[in-house]
């Protein structure tokens, strides 16, 4: 019996399953690597602005340890629960071990809808989360940053409260800040342009020209948004793209500038124009060159996988592919070029570890420094997961988290168990 589940959670261990195959690990040592080391759950009440009280549920799961203090994101939405939170550490770990960086990964949240909140009582509920974690948490114990439904404000509001307590400003404490607060140049966008940088490899990988070609992106959040720009940038043409309120397809493209522009002024996609609305559940299936899913977990199934159009999909979610689905893909392997996840959006925990070098150092890059260090860490992690699999004619979901799951064994075996 376990806590941790759910589909997200689920699908999460089912990954894995198959990479310990694959790795050939022990039956008694799968449990150790696979399930978090601490999780936490939270009651969060607030004052409404109407003077009632609420209380919401807040979440926090530490995968490991073993190379350093956890890192990951906060999660404001109402699917959050211990499941969904858990496979998202897991996720990070493996994501953070690929890269290289000396992070164990760990997620938080709490079921809630931002948009239905205040500002007031926004900020209410971030800092009466952060303040239930501060036993938790700490540089070099959990730095938190930003995910879905939070952003660059609820993460200075986490550093202050958490700073308040310690009678210091600790900006080390959570990645994703302002800049004005100890933030990073490019922390943002970082996610997004590490979707562009790491497409316009597998293009070149499998010979197709970014000028002229088409793109899908579902999901036009931070990470899509910027993705869609990203690739704009490099000459493709967008053609499709959706959020929660609305879908948009025109085979002649987009501008993705107004775009960007309407979604920034009125916080969603919806009433952009309605003359070329389109079916959301059909948009994944229509015909382009690049697909990004930046958008939420398992919306790619075996019956959407059978029916893709696209020559790459980008994977800008965490776990957008589910495992009947990778099988699926891995039958269309000369037809679909994927670019799993853990290093598709990786972009963003690597420049969340470079703000937080800079937080400790108190000594700041500028933007061209730190795009051209993540690039540099993106392309070293993209060769080493086309390497391993053309070695072992895996699929790049395979030799991606088999790389991050080894380095994780080794630090674990080395170290060895306490008593």
Known sequence: MTI???????????????????????????????????????????????GTTAVFQGYRVQHHLTLGPTKGGTRFAPSVDIGEVAALAVWMSWKC????????????????????????????????????????????TDVMAPDMGTNEQVMAWFMDTYSMYQGRTVTEIVTGKPVSNGGTEGRREATGRGVGFLTERACERIGLETAGATAIVQGFGNVGSVAAQSL????????GVSDHTACYYDPRGLDIAALTRHAATHGALRGFA????????????????????????????????????CRILAEGANGPTTPDADLVLDQRRGEVFVIPDILCNAGGVVVSYFEWVQDLQQ?????????????????????????????????????????GVQKVQDAKQTRGLFP
């Not at 809808?113 to 926004?122: G, I, M, N, V, W």
């Not at 704009?232 to 053609?239: D, F, H, Q, S, Y």
């Not at 993209?382 to 070695?391: D, I, L, N, P, W």
């Open 4 to 50: 941790y589940t759910g589909p997200v959670f689920d699908m999460a261990r089912a990954q894995f399953q198959v990479i310990a195959d694959y790795l050939e690990i022990a039956q008694d040592e799968r449990d150790r690597l696979l399930y978090p080391k601490r999780a936490v759950a939270v009651s969060c009440p607030i004052h409404r602005d109407d």
């Open 97 to 140: 071990a690929l890269t290289g960086l000396p992070y164990g990964g760990a997620k938080g949240g709490i079921t809630v809808d931002p948009h239905a909140l205040s500002r007031h009582e926004l900020e209410n509920l971030s800092r009466r989360y952060m303040q239930e974690m501060i036993p938790f948490v700490g540089p070099h």
């Open 363 to 403: 000594f700041f890059w500028d933007e061209a420094e730190v795009m051209s260090k993540l690039y540099h860490v993106l392309q070293k992690a993209f060769a080493q997961v086309m390497a391993r699999a053309e070695r072992d004619g895996v699929s790049h979901r395979t030799a991606a988290m088999a790389i």
């Open 232 to 239: 704009a940038e490099r000459g493709m043409k967008i053609v």
């Open 274 to 309: 309605n003359e070329i609305a389109f079916d959301p559940r059909e948009l994944l299936m229509q015909p382009c060159d690049v697909l990004v899913p930046a958008a939420t977990e398992r919306v790619i199934d075996a019956a959407v996988a059978a029916k893709l159009r």
